[in-house]
């Protein structure tokens, strides 16, 4: 079962770099070509501030998952740090729990965001593509922020002695690769 897990979330992480890597070149792109637009020809793109935060929401919200994944979103460990192996595992617990639940109503409300942005018809004033094509990541992240903290809840009790606070290897190796860097 843990495989066909990690077989997924393999896909799902390719998905997500796409989104991210593309998300990010083109935000540069854009950005830059409207400063040089506007300085150079004196004439700026109409839609480049939309399409702008149309990518930033995008890479905010599909970056959830990714971040998850690989145990790059913010935390206090200075707790973590000084506590013995076993609270690190009940902490590596009781994060992945809270956590996880919390994505997945943030994942709910803001479905039920969408489905109202969906039911509203509201377009943006640019560019006129629906709202909710910007606001689908929404939801779609958090799932996938939600998805990841339960895997990273199943590591932690599947395997007793590992202690998890990313989906990718456990503390003591995540730690000597941080020493490494």
């Known amino acids: ?5 990690k077989t997924i979330d393999n896909i799902i992480m390719k998905i997500e770099k796409f989104f991210l890597s593309y998300s990010i070149i083109l935000t540069t792109i854009v950005l830059v070509g409207n400063v040089i637009a506007r300085r150079v020809f004196m004439n700026s793109w109409s839609w ?15 970056g959830v ?18 506590s013995a ?6 902490i590596a617990v009781l994060s992945a729990i809270i956590t996880m639940i919390t994505m997945f109503i943030f994942a709910y409300y803001s479905f039920k965001y969408f489905t109202t942005v969906v039911a509203s018809g509201r377009v943006t004033p640019a560019l006129e593509l629906p709202v909710y094509i910007i606001t ?16 990273n809840l199943v590591l932690n009790l599947k395997y007793k002695d590992d202690i998890y606070f990313n989906n990718i ?12 860097k």
């Open 136 to 151: 689908m990541f929404m939801p779609i992240g958090f799932t996938l922020g939600g998805i990841q903290y339960l895997i």
């Open 65 to 82: 998952g990714y971040a998850a994944r690989e145990g790059s979103h913010i935390n206090m460990s200075a707790l973590i740090d000084l």
């Open 48 to 62: 480049a501030e939309e399409v702008g935060q149309f990518l930033v929401v995008v890479t905010t919200f599909m």
């Open 85 to 90: 192996n076993k609270v690190k595992k009940v």
């Open 1 to 5: 079962m843990l495989k066909t897990i």
């Open 169 to 180: 290897s456990p503390l003591a190796e995540y730690d000597q690769e941080i020493v490494s």
